[in-house]
């Protein structure tokens, strides 16, 4: 049985986090009614928007209003 630490791998952070580094946060409910952490959420986008500060964006999705599906290939395709 292997533990977390021989899973690990050492890589030097540079090569993955730049200063262009944006955190896309998806997030979906049935309805805003549902949802929960939304509101935390939404206050951080709206930290991040006063600040200036463009690390954080937030994409929203109620399935009540939005029947797309966010497959793998819907999020590469968001992504590219």
Request: hydrophobic share 35%; glycine share 2%.
């Amino acid at each position: 049985m292997q533990t977390a630490k021989q899973n690990t791998m050492k890589i030097n952070q540079s090569e993955f986090i730049t200063d262009r580094f944006q955190f896309i946060f998806y997030m979906s409910f049935l309805n805003e009614k549902q949802s929960i952490g939304l509101k935390l959420c939404r206050q951080l986008e709206d930290f991040c928007a006063r600040h200036k500060i463009p690390d954080f964006k937030l994409v929203i999705r109620f399935s009540e209003q939005d029947k797309t599906r966010w497959s793998a290939d819907y999020i590469r395709k968001q992504l590219s």
